[in-house]
């Protein structure tokens, strides 16, 4: 992916290009100190405060016509405990510097998502996830974090110090405070086998209870007018690390992956007609590989083409059930989908808004084409996940709001609850929060 949203002329917009917003102001604070008196100010002033990170949200959940903090000078690690194996670092770092810096000094964090271009307190304010049989999401690997809250006070918060904002503040939204600090558990660097091969659509879905069990982090990806997806198995590896060669990585990862699926989409968008038949060569067009590398360089790859994407959660017992419904609607309906669709895992976790919180959870992700209609495939998609009580990745596209959200997420009240208390003014409220919380 990109780096970076945009910013223009006073208009921020976010990477997908499907959502913009025109702040008052826009303040960069080199500190916590300086966060909580723009904080106050703003609150003097009668304006409302988002935080924002590098924009690889979908919805407009960092959107704001008031003030918008941006955290560029908030980055870099205040400190790493090797006693404790911590690592505290500022909430405007984005994952690829923390991950660099942490194999600099032998370390690694446990589980990582499939990009790492968001800062740290963007990825888990939203929820951000990879995929694992045991190790779950970024948030779940928080030990502590530092909150300013809506008076001004900066809060720290671990399991032992103001435990009940640490339960929700994990994964907060944005709706109860502005996240500066982020301690992190951490391990010694690792060495992780990637084993990626093509299988059929049908024997994936009959095996994945074996897949599932038998890999430490298990995906796939189904490619839409085909009976064909791509699967990855990451394990644990004593090595030696045997990394995707430069001329080969460059051909598959960028050349393949970026640059002609670029163009394919290109066409797609322009004569649908042809994307059945470009499903069906994309399908078949990555061979089979096994590479052996340090945690970030096998969890992640670059995504270059810009999309925009819907994802729920299902109890992963309902996954099979749920992608059988999806391709059969896809098959029934016409519809022309170039993406393919990306099919993770995660166990049960204990943070009260987690899209994993209190069952084990399957992710599964749709994607169209940026400038591509996407409201037709989405909706029908969505009613799909939601029969099955699936959960909204809060930053993907999605229609639900507090009502349907209350009844998937049994602790809904207890976030809310914690929001009256920190936000009574809803000083951090915006559109988007407004629907999927309340009033």
Known sequence: MSSTASAQNGTWRNWGGNVGARPARQVTPASAGELAEAVRKAAEEGLKVKAVGTGHSFTSIAA?????????????IRAIDRDAMTVTVE??????????????????????????????????????????????????????????????SV????????????????????????????TFAVEPVFLLTAREEPMPFDRVLAEFDQLWAENEHFEFYWFPHTGNTNTKRNNRSAGPEKPVGRLAGWFEDEFLSNGV??????????????????????????????????????????????????????????LADTLRELKAMVDRSGLRVSFPVEVRTAPADDITLSTASGRDSAYVAVHMFRGTPYQRYFT?????FTAHEGRPHWGKIHTRDAEYLAGVYPRFTEFTALRDRLDPQRLFQNDYLRRVLGA
């Open 64 to 76: 704001t016509d008031g003030v918008l903090i941006r955290p560029q000078l908030l980055t870099g």
């Open 91 to 152: 909430a405007g770092t984005p994952l690829k510097r923390l991950n660099a810096a942490l194999a600099r000094e032998g370390l690694s964090l446990t589980n990582m998502g499939d990009i790492m271009e968001q800062t740290v307190s963007g990825a888990i304010s939203t929820g951000t996830h990879g995929t694992g049989r045991e190790s779950a999401s970024i948030a779940a690997q928080i030990k502590g974090l530092e909150l300013v809250t809506a008076d001004g």
């Open 155 to 182: 809060l720290t918060c671990s399991e032992k110090e103001n435990p009940e904002v640490f339960a929700a503040a994990r994964i907060g939204l944005g709706a109860l405070g502005i996240i500066t600090a982020i």
């Open 261 to 318: 699926f670029q163009v394919a989409n290109w066409v797609g968008r322009a004569v649908p007609a042809t994307v059945p038949a470009i499903a069906r060569i994309s399908s078949r067009a990555l061979s089979a590989r096994t590479y052996t590398d340090i945690p970030y360089k096998v969890f992640t790859s670059p995504r270059r083409v810009r999309f925009v994407e819907m994802e729920y959660a299902v109890p992963r017992a309902a």
């Open 380 to 384: 029908s998609a969505e009613s799909i």
